[in-house]
């Protein structure tokens, strides 16, 4: 059973516009989220994380958090061709278990 | 900035051949960790280990052993390969705490004919 939902699966935005990436967790234990980003032929680097209710806000990145309904989403604004990549979600469960969605394929294009 | 190496960076075998793959991590970490990652499942973790001579069960275990030699060596071994083990597995690291980022390997993509 998938603990981790991402959507869309793939997802395409004209350049200086925005995305918006999806993460719900099925599990009620969970209590931490992370958003990785996975450039073709690379491997996965933390972007942001968060785990109070509300929003999270790094340069042209925003992170929302809802507790209650264990969603979090990825807001990218003013988005640019090098932001083209797989974008994965995590969760951290609270006996410390960390599970990953099947992620995002976002393209931006010029 | 965080430091995880492995080897090979790609291997090729045949089905039911030995395979060892090897990763080092020289940050000091307690948590290491292997994934696999195919196309549509994203990364689903197959063992880690909070310390030398520990070893948890991850998610797909099946098929794969694992052992944590020293706090900076883990290792990942099919010792009957199959195809379906053909995948991209990354290593990972991460400090002792409950909110630490992962850092993540260059990975080796193994081919199982």
């Known amino acids: 059973q998938q603990k981790v939902q991402q959507s869309p699966e793939s997802l395409i935005v004209p350049e200086g516009g925005m995305a918006s990436l999806n993460c719900t967790s099925s599990?009620?234990?969970?209590?931490y989220f992370w958003w990785y980003r996975q450039h073709s032929g690379k491997s996965p680097k933390m972007l942001m994380?968060?785990?109070?209710?509300g929003e999270k806000e790094e340069g042209r990145f925003t992170v929302h958090l809802n507790k209650a309904s264990l969603h979090t989403s990825l807001h990218i604004r003013d988005s640019q061709p090098s932001d083209s990549a797989l974008y994965l979600c995590?969760?951290?469960?609270?006996?410390?278990?960390?599970?990953f969605g099947d992620g995002t394929q976002l393209v931006v294009k010029p | 900035e965080a430091a995880v190496t492995q080897s090979p960076r790609n291997k090729v075998t045949v089905t039911g051949g030995n395979v060892t793959l090897s990763c080092r991590q020289t940050?000091?970490?307690?948590?290491m960790y292997w994934y696999r990652q195919d196309t549509g499942h994203g990364l689903r973790l197959i063992h880690y280990s909070y310390g030398a001579g520990n070893l948890q069960i991850g998610d797909v275990p099946d098929g794969y052993k694992a052992t944590r030699t020293t706090q900076e060596d883990f290792f990942l071994l099919l010792e009957l390969a199959s195809p379906s083990q053909t995948s991209l597995y990354f290593c990972a690291s991460s400090a002792q705490g409950n909110y630490a980022e992962q850092f993540f390997g260059p990975g080796t993509r193994l081919t199982v004919l």
């Open positions: 995590a969760a951290r469960r609270s006996n410390n278990r960390i599970f």
């Open positions: 599990d009620r234990n969970v209590d």
């Open positions: 994380s968060i785990f109070s209710n």
């Open positions: 940050n000091s970490h307690n948590y």
